[in-house]
């Protein structure tokens, strides 16, 4: 019999009928663990133990209740304990969810998720009380997702509070919530929303099959999921959008897609995910749709602008300079008077040095990470160029990426962008313009390769559908959308 065999085994254990034996098997199980609270007590003359997890679990209101029908249980004394722990379950126990566990598995996992669990001398079962009470923190604004006009709640790290925020959005019964628990030793709670009749079934069936194959020990953060049931695990793209904004999430559960939720992370899951949908921000909604459009457009030139503009700088300055203005050219020869790096390196330097910076601005406390931002902004600026380390068009140069990459609504599009970047960068050292546009196609092939949960990534793009565009490339308005989804129904 293998380990992972016995273990089973032994979980299914069925509850004993004696309360000292019942303490003497959990305390076996838990160990010496100080945050386990056995209280026993006398009910009817039977007795009866409380176990619950201190911090997590506040059985004060069942207590009182128990307490306060005590003279309910010593009326009717010949009743057995079967009997009694009906009378508990039916009568006494008012609050949260109550429900039986009839084996140790059951009531490790209760007990774990903050349940109080009830066990009476002389029974085989023992009840659950949903007495959960650890602190939340409060529903804040999203950090990661800012925008001027819209919704300021963020998603929090409590699962349930997150499904209730997009569930007060979307009031139908069509709204479906599948949970089930992931990781062995973490028992995450997941839960996957959908609605009935909107969803692609066949999308749905996928992702149900993926979810189950997930074999974890640990589940901590949704981008566990995520790795796991992305189409594909080496391309630099994201195939798994992820948001921590309510209003987002509603939005793709309303547009037909699948919103997954974990315990313990402000960030929800979406697939399927698309290419186009990285380039969309909810404030495109809220904003006047001439406006929208244009600024969606600003969104696909920031991409091309964070992608290029430092391959294109070396590919022009070292192998066609005769593509440059001659005033234009001889002020960059000035600058780079100096400068003991080909352009290569001193792009390089420059990229590393900024990546640096915003990785320690980041990690940083927010008291200290003003001043390294001082710091960086005079190394990268003015000392650098004075140094004679990189030349001032270097500077502008990475400057123009960084705000760019700045500009993307989606956070996880900039991480491919600077990925891809560095590669481009290669390239347009060794090959010149060529290079760049063999690079570029290559990139364009890869797109068109992939998919999402079995949905093409460049869906509206490639190849390009017309109608789609009324909200792809650009937003239009909201009759324009009507006219033409009417359209298509007709």
């Not at 309360?19 to 838990?30: D, G, L, P, T, V």
């Not at 123009?400 to 491919?416: C, E, H, K, R, Y």
């Amino acid at each position: 019999m293998t380990e992972n065999t016995t273990r089973n085994h032994v979980s299914q254990e069925k509850l004993p009928v004696s309360i000292a034996q019942f303490i003497e098997n959990m305390k076996s199980r838990f160990g010496q663990s100080g945050d386990i609270i056995y209280r026993e007590l006398i009910v009817g003359a039977i007795p009866t133990v409380m176990v619950y997890i201190e911090g997590m679990g506040d059985p004060h209101l069942l207590i009182e209740a128990i307490h306060k029908d005590l003279p309910l249980f010593i009326e009717f004394p010949y009743q057995t304990p079967e009997e009694r722990m009906r009378m508990l379950k039916e009568l006494t126990i008012t609050m949260g969810k109550v429900g039986e566990a009839r084996t140790y598995q059951e009531v490790e996992k209760k007990l774990l998720s903050g349940n109080t669990i009830v066990f009476m001398d002389g029974t085989s079962t023992s009840l659950y009380v949903g007495t959960e009470t650890l602190k939340q923190r409060a529903v804040e604004d999203a950090t990661s997702q800012s925008v001027v006009r819209g919704p300021r709640e963020g998603f929090t790290e409590s699962l349930r509070e997150n499904t209730a925020l997009v569930r007060r959005r979307i009031q139908s019964p069509k709204l479906r919530i599948e949970e089930r628990t992931v990781g062995e030793h973490t028992n995450t709670q997941l839960a996957v929303m959908y609605m009935d009749g909107l969803c692609d079934v066949d999308v749905l069936n996928e992702l149900r099959r993926r979810l189950n194959a997930i074999k974890l020990d640990s589940v901590l953060e949704s981008n566990y999921i995520e790795e796991m049931i992305q189409d594909h695990r080496y391309s630099p793209f994201p195939t798994v959008y992820n948001s921590e904004r309510p209003d987002v999430i509603a939005s793709a559960v309303l547009e037909g897609r699948v919103a997954i939720f974990v315990e313990g992370t402000p960030f929800v899951l979406v697939v399927p995910a698309l290419f186009v949908q990285l380039f969309q921000s909810s404030e495109d909604y809220y904003q006047r749709w001439d406006f929208a459009s244009l600024v969606r457009l600003l969104r696909y030139l920031c991409f091309g602008i964070a992608l290029l503009t430092p391959s294109l700088y070396i590919a022009i300055t070292t192998f066609h300079q005769e593509m440059l203005p001659t005033n234009l050219l001889t002020s960059l020869i000035g600058q780079r008077e100096g400068v003991p790096f080909p352009a290569f390196i001193e792009a390089l330097i420059m990229e590393i040095t900024f990546e640096i910076l915003r990785e320690a601005g980041i990690r940083l406390p927010k008291s200290i990470g003003q001043s390294v931002s001082i710091v960086g902004t005079l190394v990268i600026g003015q000392a650098a160029v004075e140094a004679g380390l990189v030349s001032a068009a270097m500077v502008i140069v990475v400057s123009m990426t960084a705000i760019a990459n700045f500009a993307l609504p989606a956070f996880n599009i900039g991480i491919s962008v600077r990925i891809l970047r560095f590669g481009l960068m290669g390239i347009a050292a060794s090959f010149g313009l060529y290079g760049m546009i063999i690079g570029m196609i290559m990139i364009g092939l890869h797109l068109c390769s992939l998919q999402s949960m079995g949905v093409p990534y460049m869906s509206s793009f490639a190849p390009i559908r017309w109608r789609s565009q009324k909200d792809a490339l650009l937003r239009l308005s909201r009759h324009s959308m009507k006219k033409y989804l009417s359209k298509s129904k007709t």
